[in-house]
């Protein structure tokens, strides 16, 4: 029997999980409970894997994964939440999630996808994988597609670099406004709204920097 543990604040679901799961050939609920703080301080049956809420009082999922991975450094969580939006999903899983499983997915799937872990399927509501799917395809930006000016590459350099627009105007002999203006431009063409975003392309490999823009 594969042991699971739930950390969910709302009753009625997590009262349908424990009832589901305990009818289960495979799988066997050990704890289960409305906060990680209460998880941590009472968890001494050692569940192989944990369904983790997003929206707990106290400490949220997210913050609990570091904490239970450290007392459990062997279980593996699967967020089971509501969100599903792009940050929501990168913190848990950068925290350490195993996967990510929406609240709205049946009884039968959450079962079945615990059941595909202990065989190391990906635990991934399809919703969810093709969010990740279309995120990455978007972030992998064609430099050769983008027109840019010679003066708004020049700009791109510096700005990835993390210059300010007072010094990007010093180094390249122009004017703040000018600066603004070519950075409003690089946005618009390469469809982003701020730095951080900009950074991230770099940092994807979207962008390759020698002195200006290559391919």
């Known amino acids: 029997m594969i042991k699971i543990g739930i950390v969910e604040d709302d ?3 997590r009262e349908e999980l424990v009832d589901i799961l305990k009818s289960s050939s495979n799988l066997q609920p050990v704890i289960w409970t409305e906060s990680a703080e209460n998880f941590l301080k009472y968890c001494n049956q050692y569940p192989k894997f944990i369904l983790l809420d997003i929206g707990l009082p106290g400490i949220s999922g997210i913050e609990a994964i570091p904490k239970i991975k450290n007392k459990l450094p062997e279980a593996e969580i699967v967020i089971l939440s509501s969100f599903k939006d792009n940050d929501h999903i990168f913190n848990a899983l950068k925290a350490g999630a195993s996967g990510y499983v929406l609240k709205a997915s049946s009884l039968e799937h959450i079962e079945h996808t615990l059941l595909n872990l202990d ?3 990906p635990a991934l509501s399809p919703a969810i994988a093709r969010r990740m799917i ?8 064609e430099i050769k597609d983008i027109n840019l000016t010679k003066k708004e590459s020049e700009a791109l350099g510096f700005l990835v670099n993390g210059l ?4 990007i105007a010093g180094e390249m002999n122009i004017s703040i406004n000018s600066v ?4 409003k431009n690089i946005y618009k063409k390469l469809h982003i ?3 951080p975003e900009l950074q991230k392309l770099y940092m994807d490999g979207a962008i390759k920097l020698n002195g200006d823009i290559l391919k």
Do not use: A
């Open 11 to 13: 009753q009625f679901v």
């Open 193 to 195: 709204n701020s730095r």
């Open 180 to 183: 603004r203006y070519h950075v």
């Open 134 to 141: 279309n995120y990455f395809n978007q972030s992998k930006i």
């Open 164 to 167: 300010s627009y007072k010094l």
């Open 119 to 121: 065989k190391g399927v």
